[in-house]
């Protein structure tokens, strides 16, 4: 009889809801890439609206067809767990991981506020539509938001920045997000948040997506060792525990497509520290 | 006493708010339809075919009553489709699959024209109704839909 096949089987069990879900989603996929067929074809009849019909195609395929289509492969081959690289809203693989942190949110607030940098706006229309028109107009926006960055399935917690030059298109950067309770780093190492901090060097278009986005320089530890540095400078009881190789050195792509490159090596910044005593650097190396 | 915090968390995001718009939209081209019917009324009953014959020439009342019947069947989908949006705004996960499937069926039906009978998709056509459909399907399949569907599901049943 056919109701022993209806016994769920594996241990996964997925809901009629999230079939239907990923259906809709995968179909949309489709009917967005045809939309972009019908729209291509129509364009081809037009003679003085081309142009306007050209940008109207880009946004179409950078801002819905082309991430949707990201979605639905990332889904399948990038993996979710902690690689040390985060994701992209799309599922792309984004900046590196390259710093840890022990302490708490006030503490890491307050190195970050002492260190100079400025807490980054959450992204909503109007910081969004604000970094567009200062870019543009090359005003000043200390408090820019940053693009959000997943990892252990969430936007970052908050993020910090230094702006260059007064010039909205190039800043200091570093996101954080906090562990998840009783979660370890590969290695064993416990550490209370993670952080990506990458240097925005221009304003360009993504590699993958087509989006308008910063372009990060590819010497992701300059910015690395930038951020622990002035940190320690403002707070010089911050203790330092230096783990060399963390992972293997690389050279990559972050979402935007831009190049990156790292030495594998992980900082983490020990904030719980008694005032008054310089902090000190502990190197974790491997056996070798 | 934290529910309450919690429901308040959830933010209906962009793609909810774009896809009911453009829902709305939908229904408003719809009753822009129903409104040229109604301005040029005898030319559309005499479209009326039954059974092979023009009903307006052999009885123009039964003409008249079946245009009539069309348009306010069509008229009651519109205002069902409105309250639908409404439905998807406030966050019910069973209307926007329901929203979903109506736009999976419109845009299902306009590729199988397109690509089984050669039908020509363009502006003076049916592109911006097409268009419509594809966007409303896009916003309402995103995660962030589908998140926020279920967060509210989650909080009216903690409620």
Not at chain 1, 25 to 53: I, N, P, Q, Y
């Amino acid at each position: 009889m056919p109701e022993t096949a209806a016994v769920p089987s594996g241990r996964r069990r997925v809901s009629a809801g999230a079939v239907l879900d990923s259906f809709f989603f995968v179909l949309a996929g489709f009917a967005s890439v045809w939309l972009a067929v019908l729209l291509a074809t129509e364009s081809l009849g037009l003679g003085w609206g081309l142009l306007w019909f050209a940008v109207l195609f880009w946004a179409l395929l950078a801002y819905l067809v082309l991430p949707r289509l990201h979605r639905i492969l990332t889904r399948l081959y990038v993996p979710d767990y902690f690689i040390g690289r985060t994701r992209t809203s799309d599922g792309l693989l984004g900046d590196p991981v390259n710093l840890a942190i022990t302490g708490s949110a006030e503490q890491l607030h307050a190195a970050l506020a002492a260190a100079g940098w400025i807490r980054a706006d959450d992204v909503t229309l109007a910081s969004s539509w604000r970094i567009v028109t200062a870019t543009v107009s090359r005003r000043s926006y200390l408090r820019a938001p940053v693009s959000p960055l997943l990892l252990f399935d969430r936007v970052q917690d908050f993020a910090y920045q230094q702006e260059v030059a007064n010039n909205p298109a190039k800043r200091h950067h570093v996101r954080f997000w906090r562990c998840p309770d009783g979660w370890m780093l590969p290695g064993g190492h416990r550490v209370d948040w993670v952080a990506a901090g990458t240097f925005d060097r221009a304003v360009g278009l993504s590699l993958f997506t087509l989006q308008i986005t910063h372009k990060i320089d590819e010497h992701t530890d300059v910015e690395r060792d930038h951020i622990v540095a002035s940190i320690r400078q403002a707070v010089p009881e911050t203790r330092l525990v230096l783990i060399r190789d963390f992972a293997t050195g690389y050279h990559s792509r972050n979402g935007g497509g831009d190049t990156i490159q790292t030495d594998g090596d992980l900082p983490v910044i020990d904030l719980r520290a008694v005032p008054g005593e310089a902090g000190a650097v502990v190197e974790l190396t491997g056996l070798s | 006493m934290t529910r309450p915090d919690a429901r308040a968390r959830v933010k209906r995001p962009a793609s909810v708010i774009g896809g009911v718009l453009l829902m709305g939209v939908r229904a408003l081209t719809g009753g822009f339809a129903i409104l040229t019917v109604l301005a040029s009324w005898d030319t559309f009953v005499a479209t009326i075919v039954l059974n092979g014959e023009k009903l307006a020439q052999s009885d123009p009342p039964a003409a008249g009553a079946v245009l009539g019947w069309l348009l306010g069947a069509y008229g009651l989908y519109l205002v069902l489709y409105l309250g639908l949006a409404a439905l998807v705004f406030t966050g019910r996960n069973w209307a926007r699959v329901v929203a979903m499937s109506f736009a999976s069926v419109s845009i299902l039906l306009s590729f199988a024209d397109y690509a089984l009978n050669g039908a020509q998709i363009t502006l003076r056509t049916s592109l911006v109704s097409v268009t419509i459909d594809i966007l409303i399907l896009l916003a309402l399949s995103s995660t962030q839909a589908r998140h926020y569907a279920r967060a509210r599901r989650a909080a009216r049943a903690a409620r």
